[in-house]
């Protein structure tokens, strides 16, 4: 840690205590972890309780983390505010923006190349801003983060949605847009909903093939994609102690999957250790000194349900190994019944790929497991029956694998490295052996498997497991494949049965320490003030921010339907990332692919619509949008259920700001989509009767009205021009109805 996080850590352990006790007596009850770690970080306590679910509460989040995909927007937006230098400690991560292709050195120096003018940008405007950058093969942010910056108690907000990776560590860690990390690094209180809270009481000991990513992947079968909505998951009891800091922060990092605010464990031996492997002694002993503060208190893990929303128990010595997908990261089967599953859903039982890594499962425990699969395999003679990749997770963990053999014995057995980066996690992957459209079968230890997520082909089926698993059936290319129970023919006519998993906690060496393509921030602003950001008038990839015009203050009236979407509309649907990472920093380029990826309940095409103003038919969504802007047309997106799940990535939202979206109708909402729309001044609204939805026919407008008396709970009614109305809701606050009338959140932030 640098000088002002190290200050920033001492400060708030110094005061932590004081801050809970005064929680606890506004409460006048025992508190969650969850409870104690927000509360101790609130701007200012609400004359009366806060019903959770309900209220918006303003936090002061101690830093903010950005990965380049996002950091990009949201420094573009932070320029906008005049301010000199961030006021928290904040950090840049070079992760999205390198493709995987033919392995880590060739990768990451066309990383370089590729993307020159946007890592001079992230770097000029670290230096000018007071912000610690981290230069491309470096690591993946929430790794880093986790081993340079997650502390027990804090309170971090990240632009990515995988952000709650620091829970692991005891953290209250919030993936956000770029909005509202802009708002923090600004200097002001961050608005939250107050979450629901979630109890998970973990019992008994994982064993064998069982592992932290089943707990996860049987919690997403539990709560479904958007069982997590508004909620912090705690997980709790003598269970969750025997797991390790980095699994716990696999399982934290995954909450992300079920629209969880956040997820987070309380502190224990175990995240101690992992301190004092990552070197930070010192906050594991001022840790050890506030442990009390850093979990629940003894009353509510006695009688859970008193204090929790919601309480499950996990009983970890009955867990077994489990794959999730495809298409979704909740559609959960044990691996005993992949076989079944195979035959009855025509799933391609032939694995194309097995990719392991990532954010979520790169740590040094799964990379020992991993390769102890591997070692077994090895042994017998046996090599990897399908290309098989390998992302580490930081340059730590790369030295440290390689140092220890891990990597030598992947490598032998037909591993390819990647860059330590996230690749094909998030699309950034570039595959010659499929056809576009071609029916296949991919296995990761990644985090999500959306349609097109990882390669952009529609028919690529994703499976999502432990990294161990999907190293076992690697050797023998089948997703029916059970290495539990089932065994594999060996070159000298044997037959082999992989043993159970085992793995290492830690090093027993210690990491290899490395701070490669670090560059910590000047503290000094009199030697920063005269840094030049840089930005090419003629670059396509960045250009400065349009001023959204304000609100007319009169209500919406004929807006057209651009589009309604059908089932399961992402934020990859929204805006894509692959190869269009590249333009997230140029607003008017990365909109070219708004909505490309949502298929239309009118005529159920992808990417296409009807043009209501000429009557042409299946023209591209942005097409439509640029020429009803042209004309001064409003328009409106209908969706359904969760509307805008999985990335934080804000162009989702500024995309149909910028190409004149008035409104966002939809069943229901992902939370952190919902606030980009409102930082952007677009209007989220959803029917009170979820039925109304089918009540939207092609060539319908739409009237918003009741906008002249916004205001919190007020009431909105939308009238279609058949003549049929019906009541929709918002949860726009005081402070939201502001941005929606000055036009965005940046507007009153500009420099008047």
Sequence with gaps: MEAQDKKMVQNFYAGLSEKIAKAKAYFNRPLTL??????????????????????????????????????????????????????????????????????????????????????????????????????????IIHQVVLEQYAFPGGLMIGTDSHTPNAGGLGMVAIGVGGADAVDVMAGLPWGLLNPKLVGIKLTGKLSGWASPKDVILKVAGLLTVKGGTGKIIEYFGEGAETISCTGKATITNMGAELGATTSLFAYDSAMKRYLDATERLWVGELADKNKESLRSDPEVYTDPKKYFDEVYEID????????????????????????????????????????????????????????????????????????????????????????DGFMGTLNEVGATVLANACGPCIGQWSRSDIKKGEKNTIVTSYNRNFKKRNDGNDETAAFIGSPELVTAVAFSGKLSFNPLTDELPLPDGGSFRFPEPKGEELPKSGFVFSKAGYIAPIEDLSKRKNIKVSISDTSDRLSFLPIFEPWDGKDFEDLLVLVKALGKCTTDHISQAGPWLKYRGHLAKISDNMLIGAVNAFGGANGTTTNQLTGEKEISIPEVAKAYKAKGQGWIVVGEENYGEGSSREHAAMSPRFLGAK?????????????????QGVLPITFANPSDYDRIKEGISV????????????????????????????????????????GSALNILRPK
């Design 34 to 139: 969850a409870e104690k770690i927000l509360f101790s970080h609130i701007d200012s306590f609400p004359k009366s309780i806060p019903e959770r679910g309900k209220e918006t509460l303003n936090f002061r989040p101690d830093r903010v983390a950005m990965q380049d995909a996002t950091a990009q927007m949201a420094l573009l937006q932070f320029m906008v505010t005049g301010q000199d230098t961030v006021h928290v400690p904040s950090s840049i991560h070079c992760d999205h923006l390198i493709r995987a292709e033919t392995g880590s050195k060739s990768d990451l120096l066309r990383a370089f190349d590729e993307n020159k003018e946007v890592y001079d940008f992230l770097k000029t405007a670290a230096e000018r801003y007071g912000i610690g950058f981290w230069d491309a093969g470096s690591g």
């Design 316 to 403: 970890l010595s009955k867990l077994e190994p489990q794959w999730v997908g495809p298409h979704t990261p909740d559609l959960l089967r044990k691996v005993s019944e992949m076989r079944d599953a195979v035959s009855k859903e025509q799933y391609a039982d032939d694995i194309r790929f097995a990719l392991i890594g990532s954010c979520t499962n790169s740590s040094y425990e799964d990379i020992s497991r991993a390769a102890y699969v591997a070692k077994a395999a090895k042994e017998k003679g046996l090599k990897s029956k399908i290309p098989f990749m390998v992302t580490p997770g930081s340059d730590q963990v790369f030295k440290t694998i390689e140092r």
């Design 663 to 679: 409104a966002i109708l939809v069943k229901s909402f992902a939370r952190i989509h919902e606030t980009n729309l409102k930082k």
């Design 703 to 742: 009237s918003i009205r009741g906008l002249t008396s916004l205001a919190p709970g007020s009431k909105l009614t939308a009238h279609l021009s058949d003549g049929y109305s019906f009541e929709v809701k918002h949860t726009m606050t005081d402070e939201q109805v502001e941005w929606f009338k000055a």
